[in-house]
T-cell receptor, first 115, second 114 residues
Framework: AQSVAQPEDQVNVAEGNPLTVKCTYS??????LFWYVQYPNRGLQFLLK??????LVKGSYGFEAEFNKSQTSFHLKKPSALVSDSALYFC?????????????FGKGTRLSVIA | DGGITQSPKYLFRKEGQNVTLSCEQNLNHDAMYWYRQDPGQGLRLIYYSQIVNDFQKGDIAEGYSVSREKKESFPLTVTSAQKNPTAFYLC?????????????FGPGTRLTVT
Protein backbone atom coordinates (compact mmCIF):
# COMPACT_ATOMS: atom_id res chain seq x y z
CA ALA A 1 0.00 0.00 0.00
CA GLN A 2 1.07 3.56 -0.66
CA SER A 3 0.71 6.42 1.79
CA VAL A 4 1.85 9.97 2.42
CA ALA A 5 2.16 11.79 5.72
CA GLN A 6 2.33 15.54 6.12
CA PRO A 7 2.99 15.85 9.85
CA GLU A 8 2.15 19.54 10.16
CA ASP A 9 -1.36 20.84 9.60
CA GLN A 10 -0.11 24.42 9.71
CA VAL A 11 3.26 26.11 9.13
CA ASN A 12 3.83 29.76 9.94
CA VAL A 13 6.84 31.65 8.65
CA ALA A 14 7.85 35.29 8.42
CA GLU A 15 8.21 36.86 5.00
CA GLY A 16 11.79 36.62 3.77
CA ASN A 17 12.63 33.62 5.95
CA PRO A 18 13.22 30.16 4.52
CA LEU A 19 10.29 27.76 4.58
CA THR A 20 10.02 24.00 4.79
CA VAL A 21 6.89 21.89 4.40
CA LYS A 22 7.47 18.29 5.41
CA CYS A 23 6.41 15.10 3.65
CA THR A 24 7.19 11.45 4.27
CA TYR A 25 6.00 8.56 2.15
CA SER A 26 5.61 4.80 2.12
CA UNK A 27 5.61 2.62 -0.99
CA UNK A 28 6.60 -0.98 -1.58
CA UNK A 29 8.85 -0.14 -4.53
CA UNK A 30 10.48 3.07 -5.69
CA UNK A 31 8.49 6.30 -5.54
CA UNK A 32 7.50 9.04 -7.88
CA LEU A 33 6.84 12.09 -5.70
CA PHE A 34 4.87 15.26 -6.39
CA TRP A 35 4.08 18.60 -4.76
CA TYR A 36 0.97 20.67 -5.46
CA VAL A 37 -0.31 24.03 -4.22
CA GLN A 38 -3.93 25.07 -3.79
CA TYR A 39 -5.22 28.61 -3.39
CA PRO A 40 -8.70 29.20 -1.90
CA ASN A 41 -11.56 27.87 -4.02
CA ARG A 42 -9.19 26.79 -6.79
CA GLY A 43 -7.93 23.51 -8.17
CA LEU A 44 -4.51 22.10 -7.34
CA GLN A 45 -1.52 23.43 -9.27
CA PHE A 46 1.48 21.22 -9.95
CA LEU A 47 4.76 22.54 -8.47
CA LEU A 48 7.38 19.86 -9.04
CA LYS A 49 8.08 16.15 -9.11
CA UNK A 50 10.85 13.68 -8.43
CA UNK A 51 11.24 10.81 -10.86
CA UNK A 52 14.91 9.89 -10.84
CA UNK A 53 18.34 11.46 -10.85
CA UNK A 54 19.34 14.49 -8.79
CA UNK A 55 17.80 14.38 -5.32
CA LEU A 56 17.20 18.14 -5.36
CA VAL A 57 14.34 19.02 -7.65
CA LYS A 58 13.57 22.59 -8.68
CA GLY A 59 10.06 23.66 -9.57
CA SER A 60 7.76 26.59 -10.12
CA TYR A 61 7.76 29.89 -8.19
CA GLY A 62 11.21 29.28 -6.66
CA PHE A 63 10.22 26.12 -4.82
CA GLU A 64 12.45 23.08 -4.56
CA ALA A 65 12.24 19.72 -2.87
CA GLU A 66 14.81 17.26 -1.64
CA PHE A 67 14.32 13.53 -2.03
CA ASN A 68 15.86 11.49 0.79
CA LYS A 69 15.47 7.77 0.21
CA SER A 70 16.89 6.66 3.57
CA GLN A 71 14.47 8.89 5.48
CA THR A 72 11.62 8.32 2.95
CA SER A 73 11.09 12.06 2.83
CA PHE A 74 10.43 14.69 0.18
CA HIS A 75 10.34 18.06 1.95
CA LEU A 76 9.33 21.19 0.06
CA LYS A 77 11.57 24.22 0.53
CA LYS A 78 11.95 27.82 -0.51
CA PRO A 79 14.89 30.07 0.47
CA SER A 80 12.81 33.22 1.00
CA ALA A 81 9.07 33.09 1.63
CA LEU A 82 6.59 35.55 0.13
CA VAL A 83 3.18 36.50 1.51
CA SER A 84 1.76 35.24 -1.79
CA ASP A 85 3.07 31.74 -0.98
CA SER A 86 0.35 31.44 1.66
CA ALA A 87 -1.75 28.49 0.51
CA LEU A 88 -2.49 24.81 1.07
CA TYR A 89 0.27 22.42 -0.02
CA PHE A 90 -0.16 18.76 -0.88
CA CYS A 91 2.44 16.04 -1.25
CA UNK A 92 1.59 12.96 -3.37
CA UNK A 93 3.19 9.65 -4.25
CA UNK A 94 2.84 6.91 -6.82
CA UNK A 95 4.76 3.65 -6.78
CA UNK A 96 6.96 3.41 -9.87
CA UNK A 97 5.61 -0.07 -10.59
CA UNK A 98 1.93 0.74 -10.10
CA UNK A 99 1.27 1.92 -13.63
CA UNK A 100 -1.17 4.70 -14.33
CA UNK A 101 -2.95 4.55 -10.98
CA UNK A 102 -4.23 7.55 -9.00
CA UNK A 103 -1.79 9.59 -6.98
CA UNK A 104 -2.02 9.12 -3.23
CA PHE A 105 -2.20 12.49 -1.50
CA GLY A 106 -1.32 13.65 1.98
CA LYS A 107 -3.88 15.63 3.97
CA GLY A 108 -2.23 18.93 3.18
CA THR A 109 -0.29 21.58 5.08
CA ARG A 110 -1.52 25.12 5.33
CA LEU A 111 1.33 27.61 4.94
CA SER A 112 0.90 31.08 6.32
CA VAL A 113 3.54 33.68 5.48
CA ILE A 114 3.35 36.70 7.73
CA ALA A 115 4.51 40.12 6.58
CA ASP B 1 -5.95 24.96 -14.14
CA GLY B 2 -4.68 23.80 -17.54
CA GLY B 3 -7.04 22.39 -20.13
CA ILE B 4 -9.61 20.97 -17.71
CA THR B 5 -13.00 22.61 -17.42
CA GLN B 6 -15.45 22.00 -14.60
CA SER B 7 -18.88 23.51 -14.62
CA PRO B 8 -20.57 25.09 -12.87
CA LYS B 9 -18.25 26.63 -10.28
CA TYR B 10 -21.03 26.76 -7.69
CA LEU B 11 -24.02 24.43 -7.56
CA PHE B 12 -26.97 24.41 -5.19
CA ARG B 13 -29.45 21.55 -4.86
CA LYS B 14 -32.21 20.41 -2.59
CA GLU B 15 -31.79 17.22 -0.63
CA GLY B 16 -33.10 14.18 -2.49
CA GLN B 17 -32.17 15.44 -5.96
CA ASN B 18 -29.51 13.90 -8.15
CA VAL B 19 -27.00 16.32 -9.62
CA THR B 20 -24.37 15.89 -12.35
CA LEU B 21 -21.03 17.67 -12.31
CA SER B 22 -19.30 18.24 -15.60
CA CYS B 23 -15.60 17.63 -16.35
CA GLU B 24 -14.08 18.16 -19.78
CA GLN B 25 -10.42 18.06 -20.81
CA ASN B 26 -8.71 19.02 -24.07
CA LEU B 27 -5.30 17.60 -23.13
CA ASN B 28 -5.83 14.26 -24.88
CA HIS B 29 -5.24 12.53 -21.57
CA ASP B 30 -6.21 8.91 -21.15
CA ALA B 31 -6.85 8.88 -17.40
CA MET B 32 -9.37 10.98 -15.50
CA TYR B 33 -10.21 11.22 -11.80
CA TRP B 34 -12.78 12.62 -9.41
CA TYR B 35 -11.85 13.74 -5.89
CA ARG B 36 -13.85 15.14 -3.04
CA GLN B 37 -12.30 17.72 -0.72
CA ASP B 38 -13.61 18.48 2.76
CA PRO B 39 -11.93 20.80 5.27
CA GLY B 40 -9.12 19.06 7.11
CA GLN B 41 -9.48 15.80 5.17
CA GLY B 42 -7.39 16.42 2.12
CA LEU B 43 -8.42 14.78 -1.16
CA ARG B 44 -10.45 11.58 -1.26
CA LEU B 45 -10.74 9.58 -4.47
CA ILE B 46 -14.28 8.90 -5.68
CA TYR B 47 -13.84 7.27 -9.10
CA TYR B 48 -11.22 7.07 -11.81
CA SER B 49 -11.03 5.98 -15.41
CA GLN B 50 -7.89 4.91 -17.22
CA ILE B 51 -9.54 4.44 -20.61
CA VAL B 52 -12.80 5.16 -22.39
CA ASN B 53 -15.75 2.95 -21.36
CA ASP B 54 -13.95 1.74 -18.24
CA PHE B 55 -13.81 3.11 -14.69
CA GLN B 56 -12.98 1.95 -11.17
CA LYS B 57 -14.28 2.83 -7.73
CA GLY B 58 -12.09 4.85 -5.46
CA ASP B 59 -12.15 5.04 -1.69
CA ILE B 60 -15.55 6.73 -1.31
CA ALA B 61 -17.64 5.69 -4.34
CA GLU B 62 -20.88 5.02 -2.46
CA GLY B 63 -23.62 7.42 -3.53
CA TYR B 64 -21.79 8.48 -6.69
CA SER B 65 -21.81 7.31 -10.32
CA VAL B 66 -19.73 8.13 -13.39
CA SER B 67 -19.54 7.46 -17.10
CA ARG B 68 -16.70 7.65 -19.62
CA GLU B 69 -18.24 7.54 -23.07
CA LYS B 70 -15.75 9.97 -24.58
CA LYS B 71 -12.06 10.44 -23.91
CA GLU B 72 -12.46 14.11 -23.09
CA SER B 73 -15.45 13.84 -20.74
CA PHE B 74 -15.92 12.26 -17.30
CA PRO B 75 -19.16 13.45 -15.64
CA LEU B 76 -19.89 12.68 -12.00
CA THR B 77 -23.44 12.19 -10.70
CA VAL B 78 -24.06 12.76 -7.03
CA THR B 79 -27.11 10.70 -6.17
CA SER B 80 -29.63 11.10 -3.38
CA ALA B 81 -27.98 8.09 -1.73
CA GLN B 82 -24.91 10.17 -0.87
CA LYS B 83 -25.45 11.04 2.79
CA ASN B 84 -23.35 14.17 2.98
CA PRO B 85 -22.86 15.55 -0.54
CA THR B 86 -21.92 19.13 0.33
CA ALA B 87 -18.24 19.44 -0.60
CA PHE B 88 -15.72 20.79 -3.10
CA TYR B 89 -15.33 18.41 -6.06
CA LEU B 90 -12.16 18.27 -8.14
CA CYS B 91 -11.62 16.59 -11.49
CA UNK B 92 -8.14 15.67 -12.70
CA UNK B 93 -6.46 13.96 -15.62
CA UNK B 94 -3.08 12.68 -16.74
CA UNK B 95 -1.38 11.04 -19.68
CA UNK B 96 -1.46 7.29 -19.90
CA UNK B 97 1.38 4.94 -20.54
CA UNK B 98 3.40 5.29 -17.36
CA UNK B 99 3.44 6.15 -13.70
CA UNK B 100 5.64 9.28 -13.77
CA UNK B 101 3.02 11.66 -15.10
CA UNK B 102 1.57 14.34 -12.87
CA UNK B 103 -2.15 14.90 -12.63
CA UNK B 104 -3.64 18.15 -13.86
CA PHE B 105 -6.62 19.55 -11.97
CA GLY B 106 -9.69 21.50 -12.96
CA PRO B 107 -10.87 24.58 -11.01
CA GLY B 108 -13.41 22.60 -8.98
CA THR B 109 -17.15 22.70 -8.34
CA ARG B 110 -18.50 23.62 -4.93
CA LEU B 111 -21.73 21.72 -4.32
CA THR B 112 -24.11 22.77 -1.58
CA VAL B 113 -27.10 20.58 -0.76
CA THR B 114 -29.75 21.84 1.64
Amino acid sequence: AQSVAQPEDQVNVAEGNPLTVKCTYSVSGNPYLFWYVQYPNRGLQFLLKYITGDNLVKGSYGFEAEFNKSQTSFHLKKPSALVSDSALYFCAVRDMNSGNTPLVFGKGTRLSVIA
Amino acid sequence: DGGITQSPKYLFRKEGQNVTLSCEQNLNHDAMYWYRQDPGQGLRLIYYSQIVNDFQKGDIAEGYSVSREKKESFPLTVTSAQKNPTAFYLCASNQGGGSSYEQYFGPGTRLTVT
